[in-house]
């Protein structure tokens, strides 16, 4: 089992960027994906959970979607933020754990596979 992300890169504020999260050893639509990000000098924090749920601070600017007939999921991230600068990792939520909304949604423990990250840098 392996997850893939890309797509990070430097982008100016007010900017767009999509991260793409390729999945290999299992089969993507069986799983719910979400995203976390880890900023330098801080904690992890989770970022989206499935296609609904998403942390207040990108609520209305980031948009969780998959493609199932080509495999990777993907962030959409529009409205970029210096704040948003971060590394970004895409999770495989473990089988059996809660639905998305139905308890925490960001627990690690929750998550089973994780992958290496693609940097983010929001600036000018």
């Known amino acids: 089992v392996q997850l893939v992300e890309s797509g990070g890169g430097l982008v100016p504020p007010g900017g767009s960027l999509r991260l793409s999260c390729e999945a290999s050893?299992?089969?993507?639509?069986?799983?719910?994906i979400s995203w976390f990000r880890q900023a330098p000098g801080k904690e992890r924090e989770g970022v989206s959970c499935?296609?609904?749920y998403y942390t207040d601070p990108v609520k209305g600017r980031f948009t969780f979607s998959r493609d199932f007939a080509t495999n990777p999921a993907y962030l959409q991230m529009n409205n970029l933020k210096p704040e948003d600068t971060a590394t970004y990792y895409c999770?495989?939520?473990?089988?059996?754990?809660?639905?998305?909304?139905?308890?925490?949604?960001?627990?690690?423990?929750?998550?089973?596979?994780w992958g290496r990250g693609t940097p983010v840098t929001v600036s000018s």
């Open positions: 999770a495989r939520r473990r089988s059996g754990s809660p639905d998305c909304g139905a308890g925490p949604n960001w627990q690690s423990s929750d998550y089973d596979y």
């Open positions: 050893g299992f089969t993507l639509d069986q799983y719910v």
């Open positions: 499935g296609r609904r």
